[in-house]
């Protein structure tokens, strides 16, 4: 495939859901994937800078155009991002950001989740992010085990709950798309994440000013759809070349698609696989691969 030319294609600057529907957003423009939709893309293999935020937020473009080979983005730009120390303000001196020293004084809200293949994290979200957080990471259940007064604060909460309880604070987009490919046995899941928020309250308790409880997190999502008929890894990186298929359902950066050759099968594909790729929007197809229980 010939790559697509920089100044052809549009970058792709987000990819995910806050629910049911979803969207891919280019530096120009949010395409909306609700179920149903279709998304067909040429994809050049290189991949951009995204830029950096401002003090409000507000991201601007990468000043060089600058390609990038690691993380999403150039040196100069994570230099320029306010916020570029906030998940190690808590083991390091006080951040010279004032951006940063403000979104750290508001209250904080620390979380358990667990995601359809059985991994657990533990992470945290501003106060008026609360629902928003848990919703565009695609867990299959959650939990709020405590309020903290800042985020330094909660953070100093997170890395006790990572040490004593054992619980990460990271799954990969990639490993929530692997792990809707693998059975799904939902008793099971509920009862490793109650074991998990366990652990984590345990955790906590009597830890400095943290006075853990346990919220359960409505999931807008149906985590029965992932039960009925299997679901297979996507069977191309999309990264690179054309794709194209509708939307079945989101799981955060994940989703579950049908292939125009294979309608009675699901795949599960990351869309965060296409941050910083430059694409063209058009009507590929993916063409399926011969799979067993399409055979027999």
Request: some cysteine; charged content about 25%; hydrophobic content about 40%.
């Amino acid at each position: 495939m010939e790559p697509t030319r920089p100044d052809d294609g549009e970058l792709i600057v987000a990819a995910g859901s806050t629910g049911r529907d979803g969207s891919v957003r280019t530096s120009t423009t949010t395409l909306a994937l609700p179920p149903g939709s279709r998304l067909g893309v040429r994809v050049d293999p290189r991949r951009w800078c995204l830029g950096h935020p401002d003090a409000d937020g507000v991201r601007h473009p990468c000043p060089d155009d600058a390609e990038i080979r690691h993380g999403r983005a150039c040196t100069r730009c994570q230099e320029l991002d306010p916020y570029r120390w906030m998940h190690i303000a808590h083991r390091s001196q006080w951040p010279p950001d004032q951006a940063l020293r403000e979104h750290l004084m508001r209250p904080h809200w620390l979380y358990v989740a667990t995601f359809p293949g059985g991994q657990t994290k533990v992470g945290t979200a501003v106060d008026e992010r609360k629902r928003a957080r848990l919703d565009e990471q695609g867990a299959l259940h959650a939990h709020w085990i405590a309020l903290a007064a800042d985020g330094v604060e909660v953070r100093l909460w997170e890395d006790r709950v990572s040490q004593q309880a054992g619980i990460g604070q990271v799954v990969r987009p990639a490993a929530k798309a692997a792990g809707l490919t693998a059975p799904i046995d939902l008793a099971q899941l509920a009862a490793t994440h109650q074991r998990a928020v366990e652990r984590a309250t345990e955790a906590l308790t009597g830890f400095g000013e943290a006075a853990p409880f346990a919220e359960p997190w409505p999931n807008p999502r149906d985590p029965a759809e992932l039960t009925t008929g299997d679901i297979h890894p996507y069977p191309d990186p999309l990264s690179e070349g054309c794709h194209g298929f509708s939307l079945a359902s989101w799981w955060g950066p994940a989703a579950l698609v049908v292939l125009d050759d294979a309608p009675e099968l699901r795949w599960a594909v990351d869309l965060s696989a296409l941050l910083g790729h430059r694409v063209e929007f058009g009507d590929w197809a993916t063409a399926s691969p011969a799979v067993q229980d399409a055979l027999f």
